[in-house]
T-cell receptor, first 114, second 108 residues
Framework: DTEVTQTPKHLVMGMTNKKSLKCEQHMGHRAMYWYKQKAKKPPELMFVYSYEKLSINESVPSRFSPECPNSSLLNLHLHALQPEDSALYLC?????????????FGPGTRLTVT | QQQVKQSPQSLIVQKGGISIINCAYENTAFDYFPWYQQFPGKGPALLIAIRPDVSEKKEGRFTISFNKSAKQFSLHIMDSQPGDSATYFCAARGKSTFGDGTTLTVKP
C-alpha cells in the first residue's frame, strides 16, 4: 500500500471557524510533511514531523497548528484563517527520517477561506 | 532563495513529439533529484528520480539526463501523449527545493 490519504477533499470555512485536516499513511513511514500549494506554484513546505516529533516549522503562522498523534496520522488544525490561506494543502510521507529519498504525496485538501 | 531553477515555464508539444524540461541547481551536496508529475486537483506523484553517480536513467518513455559538472538535469518525455499533459516539478533532496514547475500541454 503506497497511498497517503487526506480528508476532507474540500473544505470551506469562515475566518472565525476551527477545522482540522487529516492525513493518514500505512507504509510505515516515520517522516510526515505538510505543504501548502497555491495555483501554478510548487508545494511550499510548512511542517515536518520525524518520529512523531516536530522537526521543522517553516515560520508558519500560529493559526496553523500541526499534530502527530501516532506514526500513521498527521493532523493540521486551523483557526482564524485568512482568505489568503485558501490553497491546496498537501500531506506527504517518507521513510524513517526527513528527506529520505521518495516522498509520497496525498491528493490534498482544497481549502477555501471565506 | 530558490535552490533549483526550472525552465521552461510552459511547453506545448505535438502528440508523438519529445518534451524536454530543464533544471539547474547550485548546491553540490544534493544527492537525489526527483521529478514529480501533478495533474490538476491532485497531489504530486513521483515520476522518476536519479542520483548524481549516473548520467542517465530511463523508465519507459521518461528519461532523466544528468550533468554533474554543469549542475543541470533534464527530463525527456519521448512519444509525448495527451495524457502526459500535466505540471512537472523537478526537485532535489531537502527542504524548499522544488523548481517552479513546467506546464506541459500535448496537442493531439
Amino acid at each position: 500500500d503506497t497511498e497517503v490519504t487526506q480528508t476532507p477533499k474540500h473544505l470551506v470555512m469562515g475566518m472565525t471557524n476551527k477545522k482540522s485536516l487529516k492525513c493518514e499513511q500505512h507504509m510505515g513511514h516515520r517522516a510526515m510533511y505538510w505543504y501548502k500549494q497555491k495555483a501554478k506554484k510548487p508545494p511550499e513546505l510548512m511542517f515536518v514531523y520525524s518520529y512523531e516529533k516536530l522537526s521543522i516549522n517553516e515560520s508558519v503562522p500560529s493559526r496553523f497548528s500541526p499534530e502527530c498523534p501516532n506514526s500513521s496520522l498527521l493532523n493540521l488544525h486551523l483557526h482564524a484563517l485568512q482568505p489568503e490561506d485558501s490553497a491546496l494543502y498537501l500531506c506527504a510521507s517518507s521513510h524513517e527520517r526527513e528527506w529520505q529519498y521518495e516522498q509520497y504525496f496525498g491528493p490534498g485538501t482544497r481549502l477555501t477561506v471565506t | 532563495q530558490q535552490q533549483v531553477k526550472q525552465s521552461p515555464q510552459s511547453l506545448i508539444v505535438q502528440k508523438g513529439g519529445i518534451s524536454i524540461i530543464n533544471c539547474a541547481y547550485e548546491n553540490t551536496a544534493f544527492d537525489y533529484f526527483p521529478w514529480y508529475q501533478q495533474f490538476p486537483g491532485k497531489g504530486p506523484a513521483l515520476l522518476i528520480a536519479i542520483r548524481p553517480d549516473v548520467s542517465e536513467k530511463k523508465e519507459g518513455r521518461f528519461t532523466i539526463s544528468f550533468n554533474k559538472s554543469a549542475k543541470q538535469f533534464s527530463l525527456h518525455i519521448m512519444d509525448s501523449q495527451p495524457g502526459d499533459s500535466a505540471t512537472y516539478f523537478c526537485a532535489a533532496r531537502g527542504k524548499s527545493t522544488f523548481g517552479d514547475g513546467t506546464t506541459l500541454t500535448v496537442k493531439p
